[in-house]
């Protein structure tokens, strides 16, 4: 069974720092791609980044780009969402989806459209 399990949201202050871990079950980034999403209270979901391991890439959305960073612990099967610099304008549920044999190699793939696994996602708050 295919499963994505996210921690380590909470409450930090403007400026502050995060990391969020996303725990994979079921299959391996060799054959997925990982998309982080986030979703404001009554906005819509936004892609924030896609990380390919096969592909070698890590796609960053400009509304994060040089604050947060994306990484992956392939023995404990689990890829991490480094924050830093956080505002609050980052506060949101943050949700982890896995994609089949996608490579981010364009914003196309932070759009979640090819994504089938969903974590059940981890709130962010950050406060002014």
């Known amino acids: 069974e295919v499963q994505l399990v996210e921690s380590g949201g909470g409450l930090v202050q403007s400026g502050g720092s995060l990391r969020l871990s996303c725990a994979a079950s079921?299959?391996?980034?060799?054959?997925?791609?990982i998309g982080w999403f986030r979703q404001a209270p009554g906005k819509e979901r936004e892609g924030i980044s896609c990380?390919?391991?096969?592909?070698?890439?890590?796609y960053y959305t400009d509304s994060v780009k040089g604050r947060f960073t994306v990484s992956s612990d392939n023995a404990k099967n689990t890829v991490y969402l480094q924050m830093n610099n956080l505002k609050p304008e980052d506060t949101a549920v943050y949700y982890c989806?896995?994609?089949?044999?996608?490579?981010?190699?364009?914003?196309?793939?932070?759009?979640?459209?090819?994504?089938?696994?969903w974590g059940q996602g981890t709130q962010v708050t950050v406060s002014s």
């Open positions: 989806a896995a994609a089949w044999q996608i490579y981010c190699e364009s914003i196309y793939y932070t759009k979640g459209y090819e994504y089938t696994y």
């Open positions: 990380f390919s391991k096969s592909g070698g890439r890590t």
């Open positions: 079921g299959f391996t980034f060799d054959d997925y791609a």
